[in-house]
């Protein structure tokens, strides 16, 4: 057992004590083959610190941990509501050590420290405890078959659950699988992003404070193609989860097929947002900006296909670019006035920087930005704020899914032109429709494949309401009851009453 600590100092001055070693059974471990994982702080490009990197060895051994936790009287027979008491009792944990898990989010990941805190640190504390309520409500039903016999069910965890989690909201994520799967009974093996490895870490040490017993939660830090694949491939593992791209999410379904895992996957998506003549335009433009332009871009629902009635597109093309001028500002992660910060890496910088060029060949007029916005030491991964226009629907920006701060607006003439142009997607994760005729948001709702639709809004999903994607974008519910249900199985059990053959 080694004790893998590191003393960082963050940009914002704080001093947070690190372990960064693989946590199985509430103990922090070296990894078997010795890999290690780089975080690079994505504003300056600098080592923020260096973390155990798991190999199949070390998923084989958090399989057997979490395997034998769940045979352990003190998690196998707990009350559910003393489940419910745990998840709360992290809850209150992730609250008292906010600033801390919002330093180490913002750090490794690029986004906003005040995005961190007030909206990424806020949500795990509100999804931890909306689960935590779920946890002792999880019933099963009866079912009358007449005089002779009746049934009922029960709903059993799966078992062990493997999470494979991607970096743009590496501690929401983190709670939105861990929420459902622990309230139901599960345990864990949790694999964060290979590119944001720290504030989990931490989390995992409030895991272990709020009394979780040992085996219950495994946090594996790795490689996708060696710790991932090694968790999707395995055959002690009943269930597992992903977010990530529709690429990785096809091959996870595959190694999944071997032992036919339960899965849910909540993949890519190139989500629209249709603005009508009659829209409130100025709620338009907001939500609209939101919708694209917050987390650098690195929204899976992010509506990143704006499509405008003809008669309001210039008028709409106008004032969102002034709203995008006025209220962006990139840079510092840690200052205060900062509304967008550096991608996540130098990989998914160049291929944004590579589909603005693309969009410019192809021929898309563009409105804002369309380049690098490096800080004054030439470093950091910052992209402006991009915006095209007249952009045609065979074009690369129309098609696929950029994942950064980069939006294309389209016009169209009739509502089902609207429709049409908003189901022409492989993805359909989500929807914006923007318009004051309630009749036609709600027929719109119904026509649009997509599995989420805000209605004069975007983006503004809460832990109460279920999320996931159609088509490309996904397989099952997270969040929500739906969320609880996809961590349990359903068992029937025949009750005669004295029915004799
Ligand atoms: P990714 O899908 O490769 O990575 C997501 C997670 O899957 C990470 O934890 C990674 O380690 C793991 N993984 C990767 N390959 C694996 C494999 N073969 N087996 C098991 N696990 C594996 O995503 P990325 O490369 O980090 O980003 C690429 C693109 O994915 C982005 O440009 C974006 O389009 C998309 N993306 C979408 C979301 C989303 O929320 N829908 C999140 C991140 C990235």
């Given at each position: 057992m080694a004790s893998i600590s590191q003393e960082l100092t963050a940009p914002n001055g704080r001093k947070i004590t690190l372990q960064t070693g693989l946590f199985m059974s509430n103990e922090w471990v070296c990894a078997a083959e010795g890999g290690l994982i780089e975080s690079i702080?994505?504003?300056?490009?600098?080592?923020i610190a260096s973390v155990q990197a798991a190999t199949k060895v070390d998923v084989d051994v958090a399989v057997r941990t979490a395997q034998a936790a769940l045979k352990h009287p003190s998690w196998a027979d707990l009350h559910p509501s003393k489940r419910g008491y745990l998840l709360r009792r992290l809850s209150d944990l992730v609250e008292e050590h906010s600033v801390d898990l919002a330093t180490l989010e913002a750090w490794d990941s690029g986004k906003p420290y005040s995005v961190a805190l007030n909206e990424d640190v806020a949500e795990v504390i509100n999804c931890l405890r909306y689960f935590a309520g779920f946890a002792d409500k999880a019933h099963g039903q009866i079912i009358d078959g007449g005089a002779s016999k009746f049934a009922y069910t029960i709903r059993e965890p799966f078992g062990v659950c493997g999470q494979i989690i991607p970096w743009n909201y590496p501690l929401m994520m983190a709670a939105w699988k861990l929420g459902p799967a622990l309230a139901c009974g599960n345990t864990v093996i949790l694999k964060p992003s290979e590119l944001t490895p720290l504030a989990i870490l931490y989390l995992a040490e409030l895991i272990k404070a709020a009394g979780?017993?040992?085996?219950v939660v495994n946090i594996l830090n790795g490689h996708g193609r060696e710790a991932g694949a090694a968790i999707a491939n395995?055959?002690?593992?009943r269930k597992i989860a992903f977010t990530g791209s529709t690429a990785t999410g096809r091959e996870i379904m595959k190694m999944a097929a071997s032992n036919l895992k339960a899965i849910t996957l909540e993949t890519g998506g190139k989500s629209p947002l249709l603005v009508f003549k009659d829209a409130d335009m100025e709620q338009a433009v907001k939500w609209a900006q939101t919708g694209i332009m917050s987390n650098q871009g690195q929204?899976?629902?992010?509506?990143s296909r704006i499509l405008v009635e003809k008669a309001v597109y210039e008028q709409f093309i106008d004032a969102f670019k002034t709203f995008t001028i006025e209220t962006s500002k990139v840079g510092?992660?840690?200052?205060?006035?900062?509304s967008q910060g550096p991608q996540i890496s130098k990989s998914q910088y160049e291929r944004i920087l590579g589909y603005i060029d693309s969009g410019v060949k192809q021929g898309a007029r563009l409105v804002l930005g369309g380049s690098s916005a490096r800080g004054h030491s030439g470093k950091g991964f910052f992209i402006q704020p991009t915006i095209f226009c007249d952009?045609?629907?065979?074009m690369e920006i129309y098609r696929?899914?950029?994942?950064?701060?980069v939006v294309v607006i389209l016009p169209f003439d009739t509502e089902n032109d609207a429709v049409e142009k908003a189901n022409d997607?492989?993805?359909?994760?989500a929807s914006s429709v923007f318009s004051q005729d309630i009749t036609r948001c709600h027929r719109l709702a119904k026509q649009i494949d997509s599995g989420t639709v805000w209605i004069n809004s975007s983006?503004?999903?809460?832990?109460l309401t279920p999320f996931g994607g159609m088509k490309q974008s996904g397989i099952g519910r997270e969040l929500g009851q739906a969320g609880m249900e996809a961590y349990s199985v359903i068992k029937a059990v025949h009750v005669s009453l004295g029915a004799k053959l």
């Amino acid at each position: 057992m080694a004790s893998i600590s590191q003393e960082l100092t963050a940009p914002n001055g704080r001093k947070i004590t690190l372990q960064t070693g693989l946590f199985m059974s509430n103990e922090w471990v070296c990894a078997a083959e010795g890999g290690l994982i780089e975080s690079i702080n994505p504003a300056d490009e600098r080592v923020i610190a260096s973390v155990q990197a798991a190999t199949k060895v070390d998923v084989d051994v958090a399989v057997r941990t979490a395997q034998a936790a769940l045979k352990h009287p003190s998690w196998a027979d707990l009350h559910p509501s003393k489940r419910g008491y745990l998840l709360r009792r992290l809850s209150d944990l992730v609250e008292e050590h906010s600033v801390d898990l919002a330093t180490l989010e913002a750090w490794d990941s690029g986004k906003p420290y005040s995005v961190a805190l007030n909206e990424d640190v806020a949500e795990v504390i509100n999804c931890l405890r909306y689960f935590a309520g779920f946890a002792d409500k999880a019933h099963g039903q009866i079912i009358d078959g007449g005089a002779s016999k009746f049934a009922y069910t029960i709903r059993e965890p799966f078992g062990v659950c493997g999470q494979i989690i991607p970096w743009n909201y590496p501690l929401m994520m983190a709670a939105w699988k861990l929420g459902p799967a622990l309230a139901c009974g599960n345990t864990v093996i949790l694999k964060p992003s290979e590119l944001t490895p720290l504030a989990i870490l931490y989390l995992a040490e409030l895991i272990k404070a709020a009394g979780f017993p040992p085996g219950v939660v495994n946090i594996l830090n790795g490689h996708g193609r060696e710790a991932g694949a090694a968790i999707a491939n395995h055959p002690g593992i009943r269930k597992i989860a992903f977010t990530g791209s529709t690429a990785t999410g096809r091959e996870i379904m595959k190694m999944a097929a071997s032992n036919l895992k339960a899965i849910t996957l909540e993949t890519g998506g190139k989500s629209p947002l249709l603005v009508f003549k009659d829209a409130d335009m100025e709620q338009a433009v907001k939500w609209a900006q939101t919708g694209i332009m917050s987390n650098q871009g690195q929204i899976c629902s992010g509506t990143s296909r704006i499509l405008v009635e003809k008669a309001v597109y210039e008028q709409f093309i106008d004032a969102f670019k002034t709203f995008t001028i006025e209220t962006s500002k990139v840079g510092d992660t840690f200052s205060e006035t900062t509304s967008q910060g550096p991608q996540i890496s130098k990989s998914q910088y160049e291929r944004i920087l590579g589909y603005i060029d693309s969009g410019v060949k192809q021929g898309a007029r563009l409105v804002l930005g369309g380049s690098s916005a490096r800080g004054h030491s030439g470093k950091g991964f910052f992209i402006q704020p991009t915006i095209f226009c007249d952009v045609t629907r065979d074009m690369e920006i129309y098609r696929e899914e950029i994942f950064g701060p980069v939006v294309v607006i389209l016009p169209f003439d009739t509502e089902n032109d609207a429709v049409e142009k908003a189901n022409d997607s492989p993805y359909g994760l989500a929807s914006s429709v923007f318009s004051q005729d309630i009749t036609r948001c709600h027929r719109l709702a119904k026509q649009i494949d997509s599995g989420t639709v805000w209605i004069n809004s975007s983006n503004d999903s809460d832990s109460l309401t279920p999320f996931g994607g159609m088509k490309q974008s996904g397989i099952g519910r997270e969040l929500g009851q739906a969320g609880m249900e996809a961590y349990s199985v359903i068992k029937a059990v025949h009750v005669s009453l004295g029915a004799k053959l």
